[in-house]
């Protein structure tokens, strides 16, 4: 009786012109595709308002799994999701090694990426994070061992810090990320290259706001760079 009344409560507010929507969002997508998104949804729905959750991916997927959130932009995880929630892919990004620039040039551009990784102090994306598993993956499968000097999850951060010249670093090559600071330099994994999908995750539609879809439609148009 609970579920059956939630649905016809769902059903009631699919029409409602106002109301306050709960989006979770990893950093890099709130500085990307994200904003755009949300400007397409207002301009169509004015009396609605979105409020935006920053969180890690793991965090994130378990607010829209206990209905604190709508929807979610995250990470897709290295699991498969719960029956209830569903996903869709929006970008994939490939992982690239960051270089100081400074020290590209001293040792050259043509050392190849398991050089640098053996035999520079490491920059490491946090390893509990969704992103920084598919790191730890990586380096386990090339079977090398790294010299962690620092470890965190905010990808400004890590490229900041390979800028300054603290170490090299894996990480995805970001829309998020605009483009690399002057001190850095990007080099390609070639054929080991690996990848991050960022995507969506929502309830499914029998159990959502008609609303929650309309936003879901403007974000992945917008991840696309179209406008929906």
Not at 94 to 107: D, I, S, T
Not at 133 to 143: E, G, I, S, Y
Not at 174 to 184: H, N, Q, R, T, Y
């Given at each position: 009786m609970m579920t059956l009344y939630a649905r016809l409560s769902e059903r009631g507010a699919s029409g409602a012109?106002?109301?306050?929507?709960?989006?979770?969002?990893?950093?890099?997508?709130?500085?990307?595709?994200?904003p755009d998104a949300l400007a397409h949804f207002r301009i169509d729905r004015p009396g609605w308002r979105i409020r935006v959750v920053p969180g890690v991916s793991l965090g994130l997927l378990i607010q829209v799994d206990s209905g604190e959130l709508d929807l979610t932009v995250t990470i897709k995880p290295p699991f498969a999701l719960p029956?209830?929630?569903?996903?869709?892919?929006?970008?994939?990004?490939?992982?690239?090694?960051?270089?100081?620039?400074?020290?590209?040039?001293?040792?050259?551009k043509a050392r190849g990426w398991r050089e640098?990784?053996?035999?520079?102090?490491?920059?490491?994306?946090?390893?509990?994070?969704?992103?920084?598993?598919?790191?730890?993956?990586?380096?386990?499968?090339?079977?090398?061992?790294?010299?962690?000097?620092?470890?965190?999850?905010?990808?400004?951060?890590?490229?900041?810090?390979v800028a300054r010249g603290i170490g090299v670093a894996l990480t995805p090559d970001?829309?998020?990320?605009?483009?690399?600071?002057?001190?850095?330099t990007a080099i390609d994994l070639g054929d080991a290259t690996f990848y991050r999908e960022i995507g969506l995750v929502q309830r499914p539609r029998h159990s959502r706001q008609a609303v929650a879809g309309a936003l879901a439609d403007c974000i992945g148009a917008a991840a696309n760079g179209e406008r929906a």
């Open positions: 012109e106002s109301g306050m929507l709960r989006v979770g969002a990893i950093a890099s997508a709130q500085v990307s595709f994200l029956s209830e929630l569903e996903w869709h892919t929006l970008v994939t990004e490939p992982f690239v090694l960051l270089v100081p620039k400074a020290l590209a040039r001293g040792k050259g640098w990784l053996r035999n520079e102090p490491f920059i490491r994306y946090d390893r509990t994070s969704f992103g920084g598993r598919l790191v730890d993956r990586f380096l386990r499968r090339a079977r090398l061992n790294v010299q962690d000097v620092v470890e965190l999850d905010e990808l400004q951060g890590i490229v900041q810090l970001s829309a998020g990320l605009d483009k690399w600071p002057a001190g850095v």
